[in-house]
């Protein structure tokens, strides 16, 4: 069972989040059929949005979406806040080399934008950006945490991914500084972050959320939520036809002209949903209804 975990350490404000998410990205990696670089970096993406959605309320959901000028264009992944995840890669046969010994995610992505869109129950969604720093995730999270939200956050992400193309490791860590933590705490924390061994290796060993958290930041810990994680899509047929219902009057007559049934698959969980002519027409007789009334 994937989990994430959420505590606070005794004595210091520091919220921190510890995940484990292998079984999550491992189905992400079938659905999409990723290739191992892509693997790496869409599971970074998918391991941050829940991460990030452990600081939302009932009901909202974050967005994280990269978009650079490399080989893999674009990478997606959408967490609420009971940490349901899904997402979209637009390259998923993507595979470069290796760079120090680590799936080279950052020439992947390239250059580009980190979009983080929150839907939080308002009558618009929060929408922050900032450039890549390096295309490998968690630092640019860090630095949007910085920027856009003006919160000090450290953010460390790990996939492994085995010879086989299987997702073996996959998890992550943040911890946010809340006002009136100590100067000393800070200095110490960044001092121990230095010699932290890589999250996806921590994993491998065997390390849960609670000793991934314990093993960062070195101090006794209350943990105040825990949640399961799991890849989830609440796409159906009726939000299909609601789709088709926006496209208006004239698109759907086209349709209808071409004589065939529409085939739509979703981006998001490769689920694929006929349309039939019949269902077309019928849309039509609603929409003349609809206009006449």
Not at 10 to 39: M, W
Not at 161 to 178: C, E, P, Q, R, Y
Not at 214 to 227: C, F, M, N, Q, Y
Not at 235 to 250: E, H, Q, S
Request: aromatic letters at 6%; charged letters at 25%.
């Amino acid at each position: 069972m994937d989990l994430l975990l959420k505590g606070m350490t005794k004595g210091e404000p520091l919220l921190v989040v510890g995940l484990v998410d292998t079984e999550t990205v491992e189905k992400a990696r079938i659905i999409h059929d990723t290739y191992p670089t892509v693997s790496a970096a869409f599971g970074r993406m998918i391991s941050g949005a829940i991460l990030l959605s452990s600081l939302l309320k009932e009901g909202q959901k974050v967005i994280l979406q990269v978009i650079g000028d490399g080989p893999l264009k674009e990478v997606v992944a959408e967490a609420d806040w009971l940490c349901r995840v899904r997402g979209y890669v637009k390259e998923p046969h993507i595979h470069l080399g290796l760079k120090d010994g680590k799936l080279d995610v950052g020439r992947a992505i390239g250059n580009g934008i980190l979009n983080v869109i929150k839907d939080l129950g308002l009558r618009e969604y929060y929408h922050g950006s900032v450039l890549l720093q390096t295309g490998e995730i968690a630092t640019d999270l860090a630095y949007y945490f910085k920027v856009s939200e003006q919160i000090p956050a450290t953010v460390s992400l790990g996939v492994y991914v085995d010879t086989d193309n299987s997702v073996k490791a996959s998890g992550g860590f943040m911890i946010h500084a809340l006002p009136g933590v100590s100067e000393e705490t800070i200095e110490y924390l960044e001092e121990r972050l230095k010699g932290l061994r890589t999250v996806s290796s921590m994993i491998l060993n065997g390390l849960g959320p609670k000793e991934i958290m314990e093993e960062a930041v070195g101090l006794p810990l209350d943990i105040i939520d825990r949640k399961e994680v799991f890849y989830y899509c609440p796409c159906n047929k009726d939000r299909v036809m609601d789709t088709i219902v926006a496209l208006g009057k004239k698109d759907i007559e086209e349709l209808v002209e071409k004589g065939e049934t529409v085939n739509v698959m979703c981006r998001f969980c490769k689920t694929g949903y006929a349309v039939s002519q019949e269902e077309l027409l019928s849309i039509l007789k609603a929409i003349d209804r609809q206009s006449e009334g």
